[in-house]
Each structure stands twice: as structure tokens, then as C-alpha cells.
């Protein structure tokens, strides 16, 4: 009697300590599946943030000035394709801000594999801000008044407003709204996450810009501009 009792004893005094065992390890394997998510991108997506501003999220492109990339590999090779992300060409920025490997799943992407990036570091909202700019909003605005003149205002006589400081004249949610309908001859860039409109933001809220001065800038364009940008 004495014997059963110790072993009823012994295994309800260890169900505690069996069960946070059992419960720990599930939430170990969580937690390694979501730092692996959070530390690598696919080559779609990474295409989604720096290149369907241009080529479009289908990549339907928009000829002549954007060409279409859904037949890419029969005009290319893979090593021309990430010659051009690395050194860019005409209107198409250069993309150094990427690494190499993040370039080389956007290649694989458009040559038809399922292609994956890893992030080795964390980066700010600030940090992704400007590589989204870069990637998706240099090619008519400047950050600053000294940067170097836009290819695209070269090109068709354009000039944007100079965006640094922006969060001084717009609230976050006008920023969202204009990068969304696209106004004038701006593309639309619903296709960004709102987290990376944020980032943008925080960015160029982060520069320091001189007071705008009153220049005609959106002559030519048929909305009137005293309301955006």
C-alpha cells in the first residue's frame, strides 16, 4: 500500500515540472521559426520594393521607358541582370544599397526561381527609409537641394519637390494617401506596406531642409500642386 502510494505521490509531484518542459519547447521552435522569417526576404518581395515602382508588381513593365521583365531571361543572361542592379543604366537607378545577395534573389526572381535573401543585421526604420527612397523615389525627387539632379528631370524637364523635412508640412497619413493615388505624372505606390511608407517618412523627417521657397515647380502639370509635396 505503502509502495502504490509513492508512486501515485511521485507522479502527480512531477507533472508540474513534466508539463513546463513539454510547454517550453514549442515555444522555442516559435521563436526560432519567427527570427528566421524576420531574417530573410524573397526575391518577390524584395522586386515588390525596388522595382515595381517602374516595371510594375506584375512586371508588365511600362514601354518604352520601363521595359517588362516577364521575359526577361530571353533578352539577358543573370550576370547582365545584376550588372545592371549594381551599376544601373539611364533612368534606372543604381542598386549598391542592396547587397549582393539581395540582388542576386531579385535576378533569380525574374529567371523564374523561388529565391530567398538573408538580412545578417537588424536596420532601422530610418535605414530601410532610405533605401526605399533610393530604390523607389530618386529617380525624380531629391532628398536635399544639393543632391545630385534626378535622371528623370533630366529626361522630361520635371522638378519634383525636394522631400527632406517633409514631416513638417504633411502628416503621416497625407504621405500615405499621396504615395497611394499617385497624383500628376507620380506612378501610384499602393504596393508598398505601410510600414515601408512609414519608413520613408521617418527618413526624410530625419533631414534637416531649408525652408521651401515659393518656385513654380509642378509648371506644366494640369492639378494644382499648392497642396502636395
Not at 521552435?29 to 522595382?51: P, Y
Not at 545578417?120 to 532628398?143: D, M, V, W, Y
Not at 515647380?217 to 509635396?229: A, D, E, I, L, S
Amino acid at each position: 500500500m505503502k509502495k502504490i502510494f509513492f508512486i501515485l505521490f511521485a507522479a502527480v509531484f512531477s507533472l508540474p515540472f513534466l508539463y513546463g518542459f513539454i510547454s517550453e519547447h514549442p515555444n522555442t521552435n516559435v521563436a526560432q521559426t519567427i527570427s528566421r522569417e524576420q531574417s530573410t526576404v524573397s526575391g518577390d518581395q524584395l522586386f515588390q520594393k525596388n522595382c515595381a515602382a517602374c516595371h510594375g508588381i506584375d512586371r508588365q513593365g511600362n514601354p518604352p521607358a520601363f521595359p517588362s521583365l516577364v521575359s526577361v531571361s530571353e533578352r539577358l543572361q543573370k550576370y547582365q541582370v545584376k550588372k545592371l542592379l549594381q551599376t544601373g543604366r539611364n533612368a534606372m537607378p543604381s542598386f549598391t544599397h542592396l547587397s549582393e545577395q539581395e540582388r542576386e534573389a531579385i535576378t533569380g526572381f525574374l529567371f523564374g526561381e523561388t529565391t530567398f535573401a538573408e538580412q545578417a543585421t537588424e536596420i532601422t526604420p530610418e535605414q530601410n527609409g532610405q533605401r526605399l527612397f533610393i530604390a523607389n523615389c530618386s529617380r525624380c525627387h531629391k532628398a536635399t537641394p544639393d543632391d545630385q539632379q534626378p535622371p528623370d528631370q533630366r529626361e522630361w524637364g520635371m522638378q519634383p519637390a525636394v522631400l527632406g523635412g517633409i514631416t513638417s508640412r504633411y502628416e503621416l497619413e497625407n504621405f500615405r494617401q499621396i504615395l497611394n493615388s499617385g497624383p500628376c505624372y507620380m506612378p501610384s505606390f499602393s504596393f508598398l506596406e505601410d510600414k515601408d511608407k512609414t519608413d520613408i517618412y521617418a527618413w526624410l523627417g530625419s533631414i534637416n531642409a531649408p525652408p521651401r521657397t515659393g518656385n513654380k515647380m509642378y509648371k506644366g502639370c494640369r492639378m494644382q500642386w499648392q497642396n502636395h509635396f
